[in-house]
């Protein structure tokens, strides 16, 4: 075996231990342990099918309909059964068969997942009245379970679990807590009722995201790479970039954003990326922990992407409750600037070791010409997509439902004509990383495999696209037919290329066959780790739902900060990268959203701070997927520098510090959301993502001490004030100017009347704490409608009634927007009114874009200074 097979090897087995299952038995054991793993993937396409009911109406038999009813229940039990066959229960445990006690954890999972199906209908007709039997089974469930998260992502998520566990039996015990969250305890029958029998906990939104979306999304992803379209992602990269300065890095960090928005994994998307590009990195000249590095940092930002952004983007969906396609236009912005930014720091790292790129088959490529190509794919495919919208909205009238026919024949015309023109080519094929690397030729790189885009754009146009008369799908729906899209490719590209060629088709339809198989197995595989966190990641959402324990997470850090906003958001950014580390990406998001978030829009808004919900979401988010980069556990860099035969630890510093500028972004559209594109025009839209762009490019050379030329200290000091005055010219306008205008009493509920629609007002609510009793601030705000802000208030449910020069608040009204906020904080049935304190009205002020003046003005200084000493061209 070779050093570069070995180096390769061992990434891949780190994979396994942390994503897939290190086991691997033999004989009728494995064949059953493939039979499950199939038998999974086929059960998620048929729920997400109209199968079922489609069956039940034509044969009467309602059990078809029921299995999509109980998915949940059926789905942990597959994870479970999958996660003990997979994961050896420790070191030592075999891994060439499966031991006795493992098959009696598999007979637990099963009675105890099982059990929630077949008693279903007296289980509902018993809420909260759970009998021995029920309780039996709850315990059991949730030791398999947790023993299970143990075996496939480690200690921490059980740890985490287990802490919550334990608070919920014995937190009331605590007078602080219970004079903090007005919960004494619970029994053992209650809280394992709450977390097993009932959708609160176990059972809830997580893992029925994972049920009905996640699933897709990952099998999607592995039928993709199984087919090759992994492999062309990495070679178009490759071929687009390999020949300018360092650019193999410059690939891998393109090839890892591909692969990555489809990706439920950093760990896994760092090995199959980091196979190629790594090695190659290394033989221009990056050292072994800055190749590793770059991979990993563009690995973990991968799952930052949108559409998919590693299925979290789903849950925000649920927890945001806001439509999908909010929440990628929200991520948009950051994510593609993080990513261009990388581009520049592996160029400068290129510029400063004075490296070159690959040699190129043909011409080379300039940056220019490769700008201008990356545009015309781009507006090619808006145009595309226009008129594909345009023929459906003029045949969706005449048609109806069957105008979707039409688009299915045009893609299946475009489908078979782009297997035609690739059958032109050779087959793309997987490169050893041990032979000369040469970046191959662009053109039949891209057209020899850009058939595996098509099932792309089906995913995206359902997801994304709409016109007038044409709604959009749902993400699960979207996900189940891209993917049968690309079962569809998986099974027919090999024998069409084989027919357009004359050769003959026998073998390629069994490889055709075969790849759809091990796509179904690697599919089941990857979704062992998040099946199972998401199921315990719910332990930590029915605690919360139960106990309100986020509250004294809250407390906690809200005393630590003293209240202090950037302590605040210090300390939420730490604890975020410490319950990150070991989870997947989804439950990732759920342990740090369930506990971080509530934190910050509650200490935000006492400070004066009204941060959208997206906005602290996107913070926690994060953060949390930067810990798969950050020592001590950062499993990324582990797998990186298995490859790269680099020091872990170093691997992992050296992407943290790539990783700086995805880390500053959160702290920026926390006080700047025009970042996020929220209430933000088109024509807006471009100004803040050109000036965003160099802001972010000007840190990024900054904190790498090297921008035309090696950069003395002041002028990165400079270069910080600069990105600083860019990404933030709001907060030197609020210095010389208050951004409101402050009214009191009913004065301010006059001024607010003559606000236009949609105007923000923002109110200071005053009054005496729920539990201590103690005067406590926060700020709400409202959108003004219609001229009438009295309306606008009652429509959300907050009733103010004047009193002298007060204005006082009523309780809001139960279910609505403030109930929750309000109601539970403040005591409105006290000696001590709570009231409106303040209205605070936006004023009219010059544009914050001013500063942009000063700060190019300064730019412009950097460069004619550093230009005189630059040594080499800029690209």
Known sequence: ???????????????????????????????????????????QLYIASRLPGMLAQSTGISFFAHLVTQARFIHLAFALTLATLAFPLYKGAPT??????????????????????????????????????????????????????????????????????????????????????????????????????????????????STTMIYLFVLFGALLDRAGGGNWFIKVAIALLGALRGGPAKAAVLSSMMTGMISGSSIANTVTTGTFTIPLMKRIGFPAEKAGAVEVASSTNGQLTPPVMGAAAFLMVEYVNIPYID?????????????????????????????????????????LRIVLLMLTGFLGLAAITFLVAMLRSALDPILGDGSVYISVLLLGVAYIALVWVAARYPDIEVDDPESQPVAPRLTPTLIGGLYFALPIFVLVWNLMVSTDTLDRLSPALSAFWATIAMIFISLTHRPLKAIFRGQTVGNELVEGFGDFIQGLIAGARNMIGIGVATGAAGLIVGTISLTGAHQVIGQVIETVSGGNLMVLLFLVAVLSLILGMGLPTTANYIVVSSLMAPVIVSVGAQAGL????????????????????????????????????????????????????????????????????????????ILVFCV??????????????????????????????????????????????????????????????????????????????????????????????????EAALLDKGLMLLPEGDQMLLEEPMFGTQFFDKLANNYDFYGDTPVIIEQFELERDRIPKEIFFIPAFFLLAGIVLIQRRRATQPAF
């Open 327 to 367: 929440v990628v236009k929200h991520a948009f912005l950051p994510a593609v600037i993080s990513y261009i930014a990388l581009l520049y720091i592996v160029h400068l790292e290129s510029l400063k070791m004075g490296l070159q790129g690959l040699e190129k088959e043909g011409r080379k490529i300039g940056v």
């Open 692 to 789: 965003s762009l160099v802001a972010m490019l000007l840190f990024a050379a900054a904190t790498q001490g090297y921008f035309f030329a090696k950069s003395r200290i002041w002028e990165s000091a400079v270069l910080l004030l600069i990105a600083f005055m860019l990404f933030r010219p709001g907060f030197f306008l609020d210095q010389i100017d208050d951004p409101y205008v402050h009214y009191t009493g009913p004065a301010g509920l006059e001024a607010a009347s003559e606000l236009e629609d949609g105007a923000p007002i923002r109110m200071v609510v005053t009054g005496p704490d729920f539990d201590s009793g103690k005067e406590r601030s926060t700020t709400i705000l409202v959108r003004a409608a219609g001229g009438d802000a």
């Open 610 to 685: 009204v941060v959208p919900l997206i906005a602290v979401h996107m913070f926690v988010f994060y953060f949390g997927i930067l810990a798969d980069d950050t020592p001590p556990v950062g499993l990324a860099a582990y797998a990186a520098a298995a490859i790269s035969r680099g020091d872990p630890i170093m691997t992992g510093v050296q992407g943290f510090m790539y990783d700086i500028r995805t880390a500053l972004l959160p702290f920026l559209f926390i006080f700047n959301t025009d970042l996020l594109l929220i209430n933000v025009g088109f024509f807006h839209a």
């Open 1 to 43: 075996m070779t050093d570069q097979t070995a180096q390769s090897s061992a990434a891949h087995d780190i994979v396994a231990e942390a994503d897939t299952g290190a086991r691997n038995p033999g004989g009728w054991q494995a064949r059953l342990f493939i039979g499950i793993c199939i038998v999974w993937s086929l059960f």
């Open 96 to 209: 060439d068969r499966i031991p006795w006690y493992d098959w009696v954890l598999v007979a637990l999972a099963l009675v105890s997942t099982l059990y929630l199906i077949v008693f279903r209908i007296e289980i509902a007709g018993r809420p909260g009245l759970w009998t021995p039997a029920d309780i039996t089974i709850s315990a059991i469930g949730l030791i398999v379970l947790l023993i299970s998260v143990y075996r496939s992502l480690g200690l921490p998520l059980v740890v985490i679990a287990s802490i919550f566990i334990l608070f919920t039996f014995f937190g009331g015990y605590s007078a602080w807590v219970r004079n903090l969250t007005n919960f004494g305890g619970a029994s053992l029958s209650k809280a394992l009722g709450h977390y097993w029998m009932q959708t609160e906990g176990v059972f809830g939104v997580a893992l029925g995201v």
